[in-house]
DNA sequence: ATAGTGATGACAGTAACTGACATGAAAGAA
DNA sequence: TTCTTTCATGTCAGTTACTGTCATCACTAT
């Protein structure tokens, strides 16, 4: 006889989403999150560290794949090529699951609470990115700046990407805002 | 006979301040500012929309600054260079409150809380800039790209000012992570 | 059998906020 | 003056996110 379901941290993810998705964050409860669950409110918080941590639990895999795509990009790239193969790299995962992105930006867009975790795990990436760049052998502020601008190009492919009508590659739109970073930065 | 002491919310703000930085962010309760200041908890809620609020209460100042330099920028002005004017004036605004604002950035680097609350901040400031460059004439994705650009480069400089030894000029520092940028994006 | 182990429940406590109502000096109208 | 209204503050009860502590009990290894 098993004591308890299985798979306490998924079911919990699940409900969260859900209601997120039905009322909104501000107006869910944890304690509404556990029930749909079957759990309680302490176990919730044993398995993520706040209410908001729910919808961030990918960052750290975001992470080890945009580092691991700087550190193992090609000698000869330079820092800006280096992040951008990382950005693509992103991109081409995010492409699998747009729909789950899309949902999840909706969401995010509904509570500035949420946005202000979003920037943070954001800057978080900025962080490492300039990490992996002085790695490489990437000298400050070079590197972070570098980091930073990495990260400015994600955010604005990233609502591009998301809030076009028709399915894109957002590998592509990445491409394209590098482009126009270029031309923007380009002494005239 | 007065029944109050004049000024609720500057000695409210000043006993945040102070005990921001006594204790730690984390270490002050509300119910301890309102006590130094005089007041209720109530009236410190009635005066600040939360507890971090009251470091951010210039942030208003900051937006129009930067808005204004760049609708009042010379037409001739390319996006960046425009959104440069705007980060030299608020350079030079800063300058001369170097002490507040090494403090001030002290606090926050204690607290992942305002952490998020400046990273919220700066990323209305970056709306801010590129509907300012709207305005402007500047289409999409352009305006939204060097909006986030902006902010990179305040970031960075902005860190790179406050960490400095010596007291450099915030102006000056902009100037040069903007060089560095260019020599980041210039194509090779 | 016996002794852990580890995930969960139960429960009390703190602190950030909110809403509703009361108070009384100050400012203006009569 | 006297009456009325305004408005910043106090008081208090309530909600909710989160934490610390201890109890429970199927499962596991000895």
Redesign the pocket.
Known sequence: ?????????GRLAQAAMELYGERGF?Q?????I?QRA????????????????VLFSGAHALQELLVNAVVNAPDSAAPLEAVSLSLEAAGNLFNARRDFSVQRQRIIEGSAELQERELIKLSSLAAALANALRQRGVADPTAGLTGEVAIALFKISFERWVSSSEPSDLAEVLRDSLEQLRVVTATT
Chains 1, 2 share one sequence.
């Open positions: 006889m098993v004591r308890w379901e299985p798979d306490s941290r501000d869910t409860t944890v304690a509404d556990a079957g759990l309680t409110e302490r176990t919730f918080f044993r398995h993520f560290s706040d209410k908001r941590e």
